[in-house]
């Protein structure tokens, strides 16, 4: 996730076509594909990136606890969500793992968010 946050501050690869932006941004998330979803959420919690979808959602997670908690507190770290129905998977059962990008003078810019469906725990566990 902090390789993502990096690459976001690069002025240059944000004014890449999106289909090379989505690439270049979630090249080492790929492998994740099976964990979950990558969102790249803006300050006011709109879904600007999607792994998962070439034109994401236009929803808010601005009311979500791990969008909240990033925004309020710029020294959260790493922060694992309790279970919560996500909005952006139909109200699948999810757990969010998010962390804050800050901008350059420390204001909050927003968030990295990997939303990982409860079934994803039930299939490891049940193997």
């Known amino acids: 996730m902090q390789t993502l946050i990096e690459r976001l501050?690069?002025?240059?690869?944000?004014?890449?076509?999106?289909?090379v932006r989505r690439q270049v941004l979630f090249d080492r998330m790929a492998t994740a594909g099976s964990l979950g979803t990558v969102?790249?959420?803006?300050?006011?919690?709109?879904?600007?990136?999607?792994?998962?979808?070439?034109?994401?959602e236009q929803v808010?997670?601005?009311s979500q606890k791990y969008f909240i908690?990033?925004?309020?507190?710029?020294?959260?770290?790493?922060?694992?969500?309790?279970?919560?129905?996500?909005?952006?998977?139909?109200?699948?059962?999810?757990?969010?793992l998010s962390k804050r990008i800050s901008e350059s003078d420390g204001s909050f810019g927003g968030i990295v968010v990997l939303v990982i469906?409860?079934?994803?725990?039930?299939?490891?566990l049940f193997r």
């Not at 501050?9 to 289909?19: E, F, G, H, N, V």
């Not at 908690?69 to 969010?96: C, K, M, N």
């Not at 469906?117 to 490891?124: I, T, V």
């Open 69 to 96: 908690v990033q925004r309020d507190d710029p020294h959260a770290g790493f922060y694992i969500s309790d279970p919560y129905s996500s909005p952006l998977r139909f109200g699948t059962p999810s757990i969010a």
């Open 39 to 56: 969102l790249v959420v803006d300050r006011s919690g709109r879904v600007l990136l999607d792994s998962d979808d070439a034109t994401p």
């Open 9 to 19: 501050r690069q002025p240059r690869i944000m004014t890449l076509p999106l289909a």
């Open 117 to 124: 469906s409860l079934d994803y725990f039930r299939a490891l």
């Open 60 to 62: 808010s997670v601005a």
